[in-house]
Each structure stands twice: as C-alpha cells, then as structure tokens.
C-alpha cells in the first residue's frame, strides 16, 4: 500500500465514496470521449454495481450524458462550470492574460500557462500561433513535468534533492521517440534550465514541436508555474529557438512573477 494510500486511509475526514465517484469522471480521461458501463467499470476498478450507482448519480446532476442509440455515456458541457469558476477566480490567469496575449500579438507563435500538481504540468491557458498546424497542449491538458519545458523550468528553481525526487516519483515512459527517460540525463537538463534561465525541448513532448519554457514565481519566490512557447520544427530549429525565444520568454516569466508581487531586487536585498 502507498505511503498516500495510508494516509487516507487514517484520515477521518476523508469521504472514501466521493473519490470513487470522481473516479467515473476521470475515466474519460483515457483517450476515450464515450464509453459503455462495462469500459468505465474496467478503467476504474469500480464493481459493476458501485459504477452502475455513481454514473446514474452523475447523470441525474448532469455531468455525464448518454446516447440514446449506442448507450454510450460522455461527459456534458455542465463540467466546464468547474473549469469556468476556477479561471475566473485564480490570480495568476488575470495576472498572466495581459502579457500572454501581448506576447501572442508581437511574436505570433504559441504561448501556453501551466500550473504544477504533484508531477505533472496542467496546463491553463493556450493561445494559439497563427501558423500552428501540429496538435500542441490545449487548456485541462495534462503532462509530466520531467518531459515538459514549463516543469523542467520548475524543476530548475528547486533545490537539487527536491528536482530529483520529482523525477524519482514520476513515471518515466516515452511520450514520443525524442523523450529523454534516463534520471540523469533529466538532471542534467534541469541543471541546464537552472544556468539559462529557461528549458529547451525538441519533440519530446509531441512530435513535431521545440518548446521553450521559464518558470513564475510567487512572492515568496518559489516556482509555482511557467509560460511556454510551442513552435513546430519544419520553421524552427533549436539554436535559433534558443537565441530569439530565450531573452523573450525568461522577460515573460519575470513581468507575470512581479505581476502577482515577486520582487527580485527586495528578495536579493
């Protein structure tokens, strides 16, 4: 049993059936947009009973709807609500739009916001370059942080013993042939990041892609987000990537840190 398995497990307040039940949300998380009683009962280790009970719940509060025809069930509009009230609410999205879409207007290239959970990037803003033809991160999108430019610039702003237990606790799998898995050679990225000021990435987290991240920091100066640029690879290489992107998108990273009141000069006084 997991450390957080057991943590749960003696936490009194912890309501056991609410995690279960958002379980049959999360399953059409698997790449699949409709799926039949029988697919959710699988993907999330729930009894046919217990599954029956939870997606008939969520259909009556209208978070799940079903085909007439095939009896497949998907997720409704009404989720959005969630997303809607969390973008509407969090600082750094009101902080971050103004420089995003500024960005966005004078170099025309993608530019995404991502958030960190635990070891993974979420990512919550996306706009779109005008040229983009390759499918890139779009908003709810979630990925590793050790494969992404926005959590090795993270990574970077970390003590050494931290980063590497990030990377530790992930799971290093390859998201394409370019997506570097080896600890050290991860570590050895992140150092790289750290001396930059921003992370550099070809394909490895979708083909056809060079991204380019740095990290925002809050008050207290902690990584708690990054910007990213995501340019496709038959109009860029790396090393032009590097030296027009690179001063652009550590100045970024720092106007949306002090926007939500990081102050470099009163933390170095």
Known sequence: MSEDAKSKGRDPLFVNSLERGLKVLFAFDHGYPKLKLSQITEITGLGKSATQRFVHTWRKLGYLEQDPQSKEYSLSPRVLGVAFNYMRSDQLVSAAMSHLVETRRTHRETINLGRRVDTDMIFIVRLPGRQMTVPS????????????????????????????????????????????????????KVRQAREDGFSIAVEEGHPGLITIGAAIQDYLGNPIAAVNFALETKDWNADDVREQFGPVIVQVARSISESIGYFAAFRDA
Not at 161 to 186: G, H, W, Y
């Open 137 to 188: 991160s779009v908003i709810g999108d979630q990925m590793p942080m050790y494969c992404t430019t926005s959590g090795r610039a993270i990574l970077a702003m970390l003590p050494e013993q931290e980063a590497r237990k990030v990377i530790d606790d992930s799971d290093l799998k390859e998201l394409t042939p370019s997506t570097i898995t080896d600890p050290d050679e991860l570590m050895a």
